[in-house]
């Protein structure tokens, strides 16, 4: 039997992938087997991120485009399809974060976190699956967060469309699951990034993440890379809707 995590021959966009969270799981994608095309919308980052993960031996391609920007979207599919590339697997990973109390929070920065966390994987989803169904198969991985089911105070409209992503999830995995396109998310803990630099800065918060969190530590984003893979892979072929958490335990602990 041949072994059911491996991903060669199978092509992986990531959305969001030149640092962060969203390179970790290109790495660990690509260390699998598959075909990564990395996504951001600074031009030069991500060069750099597929620069680097070429000389590490990995299949890389970039394409880059702002997740929100829907015709940027549907162009870069075209592109794709104009290339002979199958996205076999999608992960919505690109988000951003804005902190400020909903009393002092402006509409169009609500509308920014929702567009670029939500209707983003929405769009790219839709237009991936669109591909996938045809073909009778495909993995979506969601990206989602400890605020898929539990809000904090600051962070509204992020809690907001991660609650959503969740949800989202759950109805591409009733729309798709019949198709052999299953639909998953990963929500992480609290990781050390570049998002989360100020949290992480801050002793408060730093001391309350780990009084809160069975680990006693901050994640890595590689500690992500393997959910990832499984998911993404023919070993989560009959895991359709579900999100799993990769938090220390947090979420399931007071
Ligand atoms: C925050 C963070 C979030 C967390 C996430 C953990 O402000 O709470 O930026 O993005 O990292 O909610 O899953």
């Known amino acids: 039997m041949s072994n059911p995590f491996d991903l060669t021959g199978r092509?992986?966009?990531v959305t969001g992938s030149s640092r962060g969270l969203g390179r970790a799981i290109a790495e660990g994608l690509a260390r699998a087997g598959a075909r990564v095309i990395l996504n951001g919308v600074n031009e030069m980052r991500l060069e750099e991120a597929a620069s680097q993960m070429l000389e590490a031996g990995h299949d890389v391609l970039t394409s880059q485009f702002d997740v929100t920007d829907e015709a940027a979207v549907i162009k870069a599919f075209e592109g794709f399809d104009a290339s002979g590339i199958a996205i076999d697997i999608l992960v919505n990973?690109?988000?951003m974060q804005f902190r400020k109390p909903m009393v002092d929070l402006a509409t169009a920065d609500w509308q920014r976190v929702i567009d670029t966390n939500l209707t983003s994987a929405?769009?790219?989803?839709?237009?991936?699956a669109r591909r996938m169904i045809p073909r009778g198969r495909g993995k979506v991985i969601n990206i989602g967060s400890l605020t898929s089911d539990l809000a904090r105070a600051t962070v509204a409209p992020y809690t907001v469309a991660k609650g959503g992503i969740k949800m989202l999830t759950k109805a591409m995995a009733a729309e798709w699951g019949e198709h052999g396109v299953q639909a998953n998310a990963i929500g992480p803990g609290y990781m050390v990034t570049d998002m989360n630099e100020a949290l992480i800065s801050n002793p408060q918060f730093d001391s309350w993440v780990k009084a809160r969190?069975?680990?006693?530590?901050?994640?890595?984003?590689?500690e992500l890379a393997g959910t990832a893979v499984y998911l993404a892979s023919s070993a989560a072929d009959y895991v359709n809707g579900q999100i799993i958490y990769v938090d220390g335990g947090m979420i399931?602990?007071?």
């Not at 929405?122 to 991936?128: D, L, M, N, S, Y």
């Not at 969190?213 to 590689?222: D, I, L």
């Open 11 to 13: 092509a992986a966009l």
């Open 93 to 95: 990973n690109a988000g």
């Open 122 to 128: 929405f769009v790219i989803g839709r237009e991936a």
């Open 213 to 222: 969190t069975p680990a006693r530590r901050w994640g890595k984003p590689e």
């Open 252 to 254: 399931s602990v007071l």
